[in-house]
């Protein structure tokens, strides 16, 4: 691995059981943002639930765009949708992110939950990788998401773990407005 030069991007992984990864990613996008730069987050696994970040990422246009691509958490209690259509919205935010990241119109592109579809096998290994490696040097990526591949990992130049000490979840407190979502 060679080290980037002051005008070269990095590749980030923000990984982990404890929460934080996606916070932590649209930290970067406030600084980002706040220095002019052109921040892309395309959202593998989040979709039909209402956060957040849907209603304030658009204060932050035109220099920050965000694409919802996913269909919502897999597998969870309210999940009516078949493997296959994760699956296929999965492939679809992979094109996205490559026609993204080749465009050469962003600083910076965040792969949001990205590691979670691939360890749930929604896309493959090879893609991700192949993202990593075409990244322009220009171009920061990050990619968030629990289980991040070994090979993952080994690519990236920054990587933080989030490890859960304490969660409000394990004593019934529901998920907050403004802090979870």
Same mark, same amino acid.
């Given at each position: 691995?060679?080290t &980037?030069? &002051? !005008? %070269? ?5 923000? *990984?982990?059981k404890?929460?934080?990864? *996606?916070?932590?990613?649209?930290? /970067?996008?406030? @600084?980002a943002?706040?220095?002019?730069? @052109? ?8 979709? +039909? ?5 849907? *209603?304030?990422?658009? @204060?932050?246009?035109? =220099?920050? %765009?965000? /694409? ?11 999940? !009516?949708?078949?493997? =296959? ?10 094109? /996205?992110?490559k ?12 792969? !949001? ?13 090879? !893609?991700?990788?192949? /993202?990593?490696?075409?990244?322009? $040097?220009k171009t ?9 591949? $070994? ?9 933080t +773990?989030?490890? %859960?000490? $304490?969660?409000?979840?394990g @004593?019934?407190?529901?998920?907050? $407005?403004?802090?979870?979502?």
């Amino acid at each position: 691995m060679t080290t &980037p030069g &002051p !005008d %070269e991007g990095i590749v980030v992984v923000f *990984t982990g059981k404890g929460k934080g990864k *996606t916070t932590a990613a649209l930290g /970067i996008v406030l @600084r980002a943002v706040g220095h002019g730069h @052109r921040v892309g987050m395309i959202q593998f696994i989040k979709g +039909e639930w209402f956060y957040g970040e849907l *209603t304030s990422s658009k @204060r932050l246009e035109p =220099e920050f %765009e965000m /694409i919802v691509a996913g269909k919502g958490f897999v597998g969870i209690i309210d999940d !009516d949708h078949p493997i =296959e259509d994760h699956r296929m919205a999965a492939q679809k935010a992979i094109s /996205i992110a490559k026609e993204r990241l080749l465009s050469g119109n962003y600083d910076i592109i965040i792969l !949001d939950e990205i590691n979670y579809a691939l360890s749930m096998n929604l896309i493959f290994l090879k !893609d991700v990788i192949d /993202i990593i490696n075409s990244r322009p $040097k220009k171009t920061t990526l990050v990619l968030t998401g629990n289980h991040a591949a $070994k090979e993952v990992l080994e690519l990236a130049d920054l990587v933080t +773990e989030m490890k %859960e000490i $304490k969660h409000p979840f394990g @004593r019934g407190i529901k998920a907050k $407005k403004g802090i979870d979502y």
